[in-house]
Every structure is written in C-alpha cells, then in structure tokens.
C-alpha cells in the first residue's frame, strides 16, 4: 500500500495492525487473481489450439472440392472468427504478462500455419489419390492466409492498446 493511502487510513483512525491486516488481505486476493487468470489463459491457449485442429479435419473436403476463392474466403472468415474469439478471450482476462501476449502472438500463428500445412498435404493426396479435377493447392499459401486470417485481430487489438498507452503517456508528458 502506498504511504498516501497508509496516512489516509492512520487519520481516519486505523491501527498499524489494521493496516497491516488489510495489506495482507489485498495481497493474498491480488496472487490468487494472477494465478487464476494463467490458469485461464492456458485454458484457452488449449481450446484455441483443439479448436484450430478441429478446423483443420473440417476443411479437408472444402480442399479437396474447391477452387481457390470461394476456399480462401472461407479460410479467411473461419479463421478471423476464431481468431475474433480467442482475442475476446486473451483480452478479458486480467493479469497477463508480457511473455504471454508474446505466446499469443507468436506460437499460435505458427501453430495454426503448421497445423495447416499438413492439412493441405492430406488433403492434396487425396486430390491426387481420387483423382479429383481440381489442382492442388499451395499448402503454405492456405497455412499463411490461415495464419494471418487467425491473427489479425489480435493484432489488431494489440496494435490499439499500444498506441492508446503511448498517448497516455503522451498526455502525463505534458501535465
């Protein structure tokens, strides 16, 4: 607790040990919430990653029928709503660092694109194996419109929270 709030409290007419007391409380609730919100952010981390796999195995026959524009679009719209909802989730928890924005922001992506990669092949074989009319398609070309496609709004956000900070920053500059 910051000493402007101690003498707050003392000339109110709290005791050291009441202070202290509440100090204690504060910070035992402040650890719990940190450890819940990791617990949380690894939750979803999981469920995203379950959820980009799943996507996967559902895309394969859009792969193996499609031609490039109507698949890219759905590529796009399923991955950007899944990316939409894992931003909402990232967002809303309350204590995250650094290292996990960075997790987020980095890892997925990679995963999400290499998940794809092998999807494409999968599904390019069975193009070849069946003898569809339809040419194969660039595995990491679909891996990286995925990959971007999943990102982008949380980049996005990531992009907004930085240039509100600076002009927060900004603005206690000139106060």
């Given at each position: 607790m910051?000493?402007?709030?101690?003498?707050?409290?003392?000339?109110?007419g709290?005791?050291?040990?009441?202070?202290?007391?509440?100090?204690?409380?504060?910070?035992?609730?402040n650890r719990s919430e940190v450890q819940f919100s990791r617990?949380?952010?690894?939750?979803?981390?999981?469920?995203?990653?379950?959820?980009?796999?799943?996507?996967?195995?559902?895309?394969?026959?859009?792969?193996?029928?499609?031609?490039?524009?109507l698949l890219y679009l759905i590529i796009v719209l399923l991955a950007g709503s899944i990316g939409f909802l894992y931003n909402l989730l990232i967002n809303d928890i309350a204590h995250i660092e650094k290292k996990h924005h960075l997790i987020a922001g980095i890892i997925l992506p990679l995963l999400a694109i290499s998940n794809f990669l092998i999807t494409v092949f999968i599904a390019n074989n069975i193009i070849q194996e069946l003898q569809v009319k339809n040419p194969v398609h660039n595995a990491w070309l679909v891996g990286l419109v995925f990959g971007l496609a999943f990102i982008?709004?949380?980049?996005?956000?990531?992009?907004?929270?930085?240039?509100?900070?600076?002009?927060?920053?900004?603005?206690?500059?000139?106060?």
């Open positions: 910051r000493t402007s709030q101690k003498n707050k409290l003392l000339e109110k709290w005791l050291e040990e009441e202070i202290r007391s509440a100090e204690k409380s504060l910070d035992q609730f617990m949380v952010f690894w939750s979803a981390l999981i469920l995203v990653i379950f959820t980009n796999l799943a996507l996967s195995l559902i895309l394969v026959p859009y792969l193996i029928v499609l031609t490039n524009g982008l709004p949380y980049l996005g956000n990531r992009i907004k929270f930085m240039v509100k900070e600076r002009k927060v920053v900004y603005l206690a500059k000139e106060a």
